[in-house]
């Protein structure tokens, strides 16, 4: 293995030059007083930490949090089961189907979420004149969302040995219980991955809430890229460190319950 | 003995038009051994799946306790499987691997097994228990057995009697005086406390009586908090021992090896209780030592358990080894069934002659400890858990006997006959009148004296009697005297002296004497001139032959022959010296002399060897 060490390396300063440092630079820049990105001129400063003051930011900072907890319910109420039927099957080529009922996320995301607000504001469709409201917005980051779901359940449903099923049923268990006891704790670590990989986007995108919310419905993504947008990278960036803690926070809460649960 | 567990009938499986199993028809035997021996592909293992309820059949009935089971699913069928690959549940340790089953299946007979448990321990007959437990087998629904449980200790608690009384009486105690109670009282228990007050007296009246009554104890006990789990872990425990892994409870099932894997997934099965054990070539995972040494175990395990096993392989030697019944099948169709030796020495077909043939089937007898002598050689062996002079066959497999120069030989045998197949040679060897089948990479030619020679470790032992007094364990209403053993091979039993062909016990030990009914010969023209002379009590034509029961100085004996007799008519019966079967008994049933005989004779044994 030793000798193959070398190629660990590019990764190492990606790693480095794309990671750590902007990480450095963005905390060091939420002490600086400046304007743009421009280093000139600058001095240490505590005003951004003084704007954190305002009220908003904790309200974006939830909204942000409601949106991608609802987002994770319905994409494992959806995919799950979606996941389970086809891996489960008797298809010959089940990957095929499983692309297949994902069809529309092969077309550009930025499309879709056009469509779907197109869809929201159309005369044709009253009643479901959602734009502008929480949960069309859900809504559509469940759409958007949901592969990250369905894949990682998918991949360890299809290890899943079915023989286990058997031996289950065989020791007198009946199929929903052994479903209960043996198929979903073996396939759990396949939805925390999904949990995993749709909270984040869904937590810190704006795009979605942008677009499908009119700008009524604002988090903490929007307030982002406004900040950005007007090149207050000080503030920016003490948005955005905060942004990461709440999300390891939340992931490290999340894996600390998931090792607590112990399967039985 | 002899009832028939599960019977198959004409089952037919046809799969992708390809026919796995047809016309097969076959019926197990309670507590029998029986074998499913084929080549892969044969649908031994289809035929296993159809039993447990994973695959379905086209045509065909399959009755379990003469009760039609082919509708069921599995988890419904009183029938756990070991897996060739185990399928033990990668997010469970040891323990909950084996509570598994008694945690969730739908039978929930923790109660059942708990309260059964309960009544042994406060010494409740063994007739009591049966009556129960035959009662608890009729209810239907699991939830049930429970509040059944609870009523049958209250019916029969003297406490809940005697309260019942007094709530009766308190009703009416102002009609009636505290002398009256207390006289009606004193029938029941004793009080020595004349001057005690109508509620001290009865306070010390429950008390006493819970104190005593065995089924009030095991009320609470039955409802106490944390009773289901307490039966379990009794019953794992148990199951763990069966098995040798006592102390593994809270073992990884990934830390395990295979040999421990295979005995856990053994466990998991037999702690249900199953009516019938499959098990699906579950030794082929192993490696050769392991695989001989778990051989025995098994036949050992079922033996303990009174469990029916169907075994499912394609080794011929293990077939033979352990079972009491074994089934040769090919293409889905039973080619052969019969006891290990009948198939050996009277294959019906070529296909049961060449798939048996693959090992060497020889008798012996065991001369000293790790010593044993067959072919008018002896040689050494590795078995160690036989008496001397015991009677015992021995199994070489072709593969194991291997070509050398003639002066060191030991065997020497002039080559008979050569086939080539499948790039290897198959060459039967004629030693001494006996055939040896061997194997070679190289090329012999017919009529060439070679020798042979095979290791210690590939000389597969196993005794003769018991595996005859297995065989006859399970034959249908054998007949069974108890015996003494004369020395000398005589036996003397039902007020006859006999010849045996067994030599293994000592002078004046008592044993079981088995014959089988078939076995006996009718003496027609002369009965004073036969051996055993008896009267005719009763005869029944069973469809084949004639099931005759004969008076022989006062004891019954059951002979079976193709012809009929009268009753009441004198006959004499003669039967072969080789055909009188004696089993061992305990030794709590033996003369003292004899057991501290045998426990000397086992002693210098270990010692001469360690010389």
């Given at each position: 293995m030793n000798r193959f060490k070398g190629f660990a390396i590019p990764y190492f300063i990606w790693l480095i030059v794309l990671a750590f440092l902007p990480i450095v630079v963005m905390i060091a820049f939420t002490f600086l007083s400046m304007n743009g990105s421009s280093l000139e001129g600058a001095s240490f400063s505590f005003e951004a930490y003084n704007r954190l003051i305002d009220p908003s930011i904790a309200k974006l900072i939830w909204n942000s949090l409601i949106v991608a907890?609802?987002?994770?319910?319905?994409?494992?109420?959806?995919?799950?089961?979606?996941?389970?039927?086809?891996?489960?099957?008797?298809?010959?080529?089940?990957?095929?189907?499983?692309?297949?009922?994902?069809?529309?996320?092969?077309?550009?995301?930025?499309?879709?979420?056009?469509?779907?607000?197109?869809?929201?504001?159309?005369?044709?469709?009253?009643?479901?004149?959602?734009?502008?409201?929480?949960?069309?917005?859900?809504?559509?980051?469940?759409?958007?969302?949901?592969?990250?779901?369905?894949?990682?359940?998918?991949?360890?449903?299809?290890?899943?040995?079915?023989?286990?099923?058997?031996?289950?049923?065989?020791?007198?268990?009946?199929?929903?219980?052994?479903?209960?006891?043996?198929?979903?704790?073996?396939?759990?670590?396949?939805?925390?991955?999904?949990?995993?990989?749709?909270?984040?986007?869904?937590?810190?995108?704006?795009?979605?809430?942008?677009?499908?919310?009119?700008?009524?419905?604002?988090?903490?993504?929007?307030?982002?890229?406004?900040?950005?947008?007007?090149?207050?990278?000080?503030?920016?960036?003490?948005?955005?460190?905060?942004?990461?803690?709440?999300?390891?926070?939340?992931?490290?809460?999340?894996?600390?319950?998931?090792?607590?649960?112990?399967?039985? | 003995m002899g009832k028939k567990i599960l019977i198959l009938k004409d089952i037919k499986k046809v799969y992708d038009d390809k026919v796995i199993l047809d016309n097969f028809n076959l019926s197990i035997n309670?507590?029998?051994?029986?074998?499913?021996?084929?080549?892969?592909?044969?649908?031994?293992?289809?035929?296993?799946?159809?039993?447990?309820?994973?695959?379905?059949?086209?045509?065909?009935?399959l009755l379990l306790d003469g009760r039609e089971i082919s509708n069921l699913p599995p988890h419904k069928r009183p029938i756990n499987t070991v897996f060739q690959k185990y399928e033990l549940f990668p997010n469970l340790n040891v323990f909950d691997n084996i509570a598994f089953g008694l945690r969730n299946n739908i039978y929930s007979n923790v109660y059942d097994i708990g309260a059964l448990n309960l009544m042994k321990e406060y010494g409740i007959d063994e007739e009591e228990r049966d009556l129960l437990n035959k009662k608890i087998q009729l209810i239907e629904k699991p939830n049930d057995v429970k509040k059944f449980l609870n009523t049958y200790f209250m019916e029969r608690s003297k406490y809940?009697?005697?309260?019942?009384?007094?709530?009766?009486?308190?009703?009416?105690?102002?009609?009636?005086?505290?002398?009256?109670?207390?006289?009606?009282?004193?029938?029941?228990?004793?009080?020595?406390?004349?001057?005690?007050?109508?509620?001290?007296?009865?306070?010390?009246?429950?008390?006493?009586?819970?104190?005593?009554?065995?089924?009030?104890?095991?009320?609470?006990?039955?409802?106490?908090?944390?009773?289901?789990?307490?039966?379990?872990?009794?019953?794992?425990?148990?199951?763990?021992?069966?098995?040798?892994?006592?102390?593994?409870?809270?073992?990884?099932?990934?830390?395990?090896?295979?040999?421990?894997?295979?005995?856990?997934?053994?466990?998991?099965?037999?702690?249900?209780?199953?009516?019938?054990?499959?098990?699906?070539?579950?030794?082929?995972?192993?490696?050769?030592?392991?695989?001989?040494?778990?051989?025995?175990?098994?036949k050992e395990m079922q033996r303990k358990l009174g469990i029916t096993f169907i075994f499912v392989t394609h080794d011929q030697e293990e077939a033979m080894v352990m079972s009491d019944t074994v089934v040769v099948m090919n293409n889905g169709v039973i080619q052969q069934m019969g006891r290990p030796e009948e198939i050996y020495n009277q294959p019906v077909n070529k296909f049961v002659a060449g798939f048996i043939g693959e090992a060497n089937m020889l008798e012996g007898v065991y001369s000293e400890l790790r010593r044993c002598k067959f072919l008018d050689k002896e040689f050494k062996v590795s078995a160690h858990d036989f008496t001397v002079n015991d009677d015992i066959y021995v199994l070489i497999e072709r593969n194991d006997i291997d070509i050398t120069d003639i002066e060191s030989a030991k065997l020497v045998g002039v080559i008979k006959n050569v086939n080539f197949d499948m790039g290897k040679y198959y060459v039967d060897v004629d030693v001494d009148g006996t055939n040896i089948k061997i194997s070679s990479e190289e090329k012999l030619h017919v009529g060439d004296k070679i020798g042979l020679t095979f290791s210690a470790p590939n000389i597969y032992c196993e005794s003769l009697n018991q595996t005859k007094a297995a065989l006859l364990a399970n034959y249908e209403d054998p007949n069974i005297f108890k015996g003494v053993y004369l020395g000398n091979q005589t036996v003397s039993f039902m007020g006859l002296v006999m010849k045996t062909y067994i030599t293994t016990f000592l002078p004046g030990e008592v044993v079981d004497v088995v014959i089988r009914p078939e076995d006996f010969d009718l003496v027609l023209d002369n009965p004073d001139k036969a051996i055993i002379k008896g009267k005719v009590i009763k005869t029944v034509f069973t469809g084949v032959n004639f099931n005759i029961w004969v008076d022989v100085n006062g004891k019954t004996l059951l002979v079976q022959d193709y012809q009929n007799v009268e009753i009441g008519e004198i006959i004499g019966l003669s039967i072969d010296y080789y055909e009188i079967h004696l089993m061992k008994v305990e030794d709590e049933k033996q003369p003292d002399y004899i057991v501290k005989a045998r426990v000397e004779a086992r002693l210098n044994a270990i010692e001469e060897a360690n010389k």
């Open positions: 907890f609802w987002t994770v319910f319905f994409c494992v109420l959806i995919g799950y089961p979606c996941a389970y039927f086809v891996s489960f099957s008797k298809l010959k080529n089940k990957l095929l189907i499983l692309l297949l009922l994902i069809l529309p996320m092969w077309s550009n995301s930025m499309l879709r979420i056009v469509s779907w607000l197109r869809l929201f504001t159309s005369k044709y469709f009253v009643g479901f004149n959602l734009a502008g409201s929480m949960e069309a917005v859900i809504f559509v980051s469940v759409t958007t969302y949901l592969p990250f779901m369905i894949f990682p359940i998918y991949t360890i449903l299809e290890k899943l040995d079915r023989g286990l099923i058997e031996a289950s049923n065989d020791l007198g268990v009946p199929k929903f219980k052994t479903f209960l006891k043996v198929t979903l704790p073996l396939s759990i670590s396949g939805v925390y991955s999904g949990i995993i990989m749709v909270f984040l986007p869904a937590a810190t995108g704006f795009a979605i809430s942008q677009t499908i919310g009119l700008g009524k419905i604002r988090l903490i993504g929007n307030l982002l890229q406004s900040v950005f947008e007007k090149n207050n990278y000080n503030f920016g960036s003490l948005i955005s460190v905060l942004v990461s803690l709440v999300i390891t926070l939340v992931i490290l809460l999340f894996s600390k319950f998931n090792k607590e649960k112990k399967p039985c | 309670e507590n029998e051994f029986v074998t499913f021996l084929g080549p892969s592909g044969c649908g031994k293992t289809t035929c296993l799946r159809i039993i447990a309820g994973f695959e379905s059949m086209q045509q065909g009935s809940f009697m005697a309260k019942e009384y007094l709530e009766a009486f308190d009703k009416e105690f102002k009609h009636l005086r505290y002398s009256d109670f207390k006289d009606r009282l004193d029938k029941v228990v004793n009080i020595d406390n004349q001057d005690a007050s109508y509620q001290e007296y009865k306070e010390i009246v429950l008390k006493d009586i819970s104190d005593n009554d065995i089924y009030y104890k095991m009320l609470i006990r039955l409802n106490s908090k944390g009773f289901k789990e307490a039966v379990i872990k009794e019953e794992v425990t148990k199951s763990l021992k069966l098995v040798n892994l006592e102390g593994y409870e809270n073992r990884d099932v990934s830390s395990l090896s295979g040999g421990q894997m295979q005995r856990i997934a053994i466990a998991r099965a037999i702690v249900n209780k199953p009516r019938i054990l499959l098990l699906d070539e579950p030794l082929s995972a192993l490696d050769l030592k392991l695989r001989k040494s778990m051989r025995l175990e098994l």
